[in-house]
């Protein structure tokens, strides 16, 4: 069995950090390009930032400057680095990557999402 297991979120003040972390675990062969998303409340799930093995990042607009992505290949996490948090920035946020359970089984998968609460 293969999955992926968020941890990180809280509540926290505007202005504050978090870090997000996300754990690929079970039978691995390898892991391939991981992302975040988030889902505020009454709105779609949008991208937060996204990276690939070779290391390129890619954020959205609304997180540039303020949050960083980036991962420990050797314990196949990825974490999301947030600071000057805003209240508009509370969304459940969830951990997407590709896995290879072996050398030719991939699955894309989706954390069960935590909790990011940012008060004024």
């Known amino acids: 069995q293969v999955q992926l297991v968020e941890s990180g979120g809280g509540l926290v003040q505007a202005g504050g950090s978090l870090r997000l972390s996300c754990v690929a675990s079970g039978s691995i062969f390898s892991v391939s390009a991981m992302g975040w998303y988030r889902r505020a409340p009454g709105k779609q799930r949008e991208l937060v930032a996204t990276l690939t093995s070779s290391g390129s990042t890619n954020y959205a607009d609304s997180v540039k400057g303020r949050f960083t992505i980036s991962k420990d290949n050797a314990k196949n996490t990825v974490y999301l680095q947030m600071n000057s948090l805003k209240p508009e920035d509370t969304a459940v946020y969830y951990c997407?990557?590709?896995?290879?359970?072996?050398?030719?089984?991939?699955?894309?998968?989706w954390g069960q999402g935590t909790l990011v609460t940012i008060s004024s």
């Open positions: 997407n990557a590709g896995v290879y359970a072996s050398p030719t089984r991939y699955l894309a998968l």
